[in-house]
Nanobody
């Protein structure tokens, strides 16, 4: 049973920063792709950032230059550093590792 657990969400003022973390537990041997998605109320889930292996990354246009995805030194961990946050970044953020998904962590940015 593989579980992904996110942490680091919360309430922050516009212009602030948050760092999301995601750690996998269970029988998981190697991960190819890691990523973060988000879903705002009334909107579809969208890709925020992905690490496809090594230094290959992909970002949504709306977060380029503000968010950074990175893999942790510990096996099967991934982070999302979010700077210069905007109210439109408010959403539930989900971690993914290959086919596995976390339960989500709420990020709220106040204006």
């Amino acid at each position: 049973q593989v579980q992904l657990v996110e942490s680091g969400g919360g309430l922050v003022q516009a212009g602030g920063s948050l760092r999301l973390s995601c750690a996998a537990s269970g029988s998981i041997f190697s991960i190819n792709a890691m990523g973060w998605y988000r879903q705002a109320p009334g909107k579809q889930r969208e890709l925020v950032a992905a690490n496809l292996g090594g230094t290959i990354t992909k970002y949504a246009d709306s977060v380029k230059g503000r968010f950074t995805i990175s893999r942790g030194n510990a096996k099967n961990t991934v982070y999302l550093q979010m700077n210069s946050l905007k109210p439109e970044d408010t959403a539930v953020y989900y971690c993914t590792m290959d086919k596995y998904w976390g339960q989500g962590t709420q990020v709220t940015v106040s204006s």
